[in-house]
Every structure is written in C-alpha cells, then in structure tokens.
C-alpha cells in the first residue's frame, strides 16, 4: 500500500451528560481504513480507538487521575484482543533511549519523538511506520502513515495517541519523575 496522510479533529459531545465524562474525542478519514473514532473518557479511565478498517484498540489506567492516560505499571494495552507490554528506560538521555518500548505479539515497537522532533512509532524490523506531522489550522494532529505500515501499526500509533507522551522529552520525563515523587504514586514508566 502506499503511505497517506490524514488528519483529527477535535468532536465536542453534544449531550452535557458525554462531556462530563470525556475528556477527548478525536475523529478522521485514516485513508482505506474509513472513518475512525478516539475517545478518551474519565469512567472508565482509558482511551478506546473504534474503526471498521481497523482492529479495535485500548489503553487504560485506574490510577490516572484526569486528562491522557498515565504510562506506568498499571498500564494496560491491547490492540485487536493482543495485550502488548510496555517498558521504558526512564533515566535515557538521548531521544532514541527514551523511547516507550512496546512488544505487541511477535512485533517490537518503540514510540518516540523522531529526529525532526516530531513523534513516532518505529517497528524493529521495518523502521518509522506512523509519523506525526505539522497540522494545518483548526486540525488537532496530522498523521503520516508511511508505506510499510498496515492496520496494526496504525492502530497502535492513534491509540497512543490518548496516552500521556510527556514522558518523551527531557523536561517531561524529569516534571513526570518529580511529580511522581511529590505525589508519592507508582512510578511512571
């Protein structure tokens, strides 16, 4: 397949109701994959990725208080029914080695902030598969996805999408290693 490009929007729920209890809802056209749906909801605390083209995606943690879910040993992620596990090096230096470590079945991820400083997911095996890019005005993010890329990878990389990804700069990684400390909390991967 060839790569392609494609934007998220921000939906805002019409219902008080919904609103309450969503944080974030994103929607697109991810190419062949038709229309795809995430949600980022406070009850149950997880992001769900819904699409027809797509296997069907979550990320969830109890412990995240409010907003992007937290990435730490309560983290739980499944794409298309396959619970992936998560690791990260949380004193790296360089941007490579900060990387969140994902093993999803028999393929191996890391999502990182890429040379451009723009976001990524990279496959072992295959290299940078999804990428972010600069979005245009009244667009939430733009989404590269490169040509070697198929249904899981893109799963993967939106369902991170509703993950705290702060983690991925220095400055983040040492706001998220002191707060943890201050609230006195799991660590954070």
Do not use: C, W
């Amino acid at each position: 397949m060839s790569g392609f490009s494609f934007d998220l929007v921000e939906r805002v729920p019409e219902r008080r109701r919904e609103r309450k209890v969503t944080f974030l809802h994103l929607v697109g056209t991810a190419g062949p994959y038709g229309e795809i749906s995430l949600k980022i909801t406070s009850s149950p605390r997880e992001a769900t990725l819904v699409g027809d083209g797509l296997p069907g995606a979550t990320i969830s943690n109890p412990g995240t208080p409010y907003g992007h879910i937290t990435l730490d040993e309560r983290t739980r992620l499944t794409v298309g029914g396959v619970t992936a596990r998560l690791s990260r090096n949380r004193r790296a230096l360089r941007k490579e080695d900060r990387g969140i470590s994902i093993m999803l079945g028999g393929r191996h991820y890391t999502y990182l902030s890429g040379p451009t400083g723009r976001e990524e997911l990279r496959d072992s095996e295959r290299g940078p598969v999804v990428r972010q890019s600069d979005p245009p005005a009244g667009v939430m993010m733009t989404l590269i996805v490169l040509p070697d890329a198929d249904a899981t990878d893109l799963a993967l990389a939106l369902v991170m999408q509703g993950a705290d990804r702060l983690v991925l700069t220095v400055g983040g990684a040492v706001f998220s290693g002191v707060m943890s400390f201050l609230n006195g909390s799991e660590r954070n991967m």
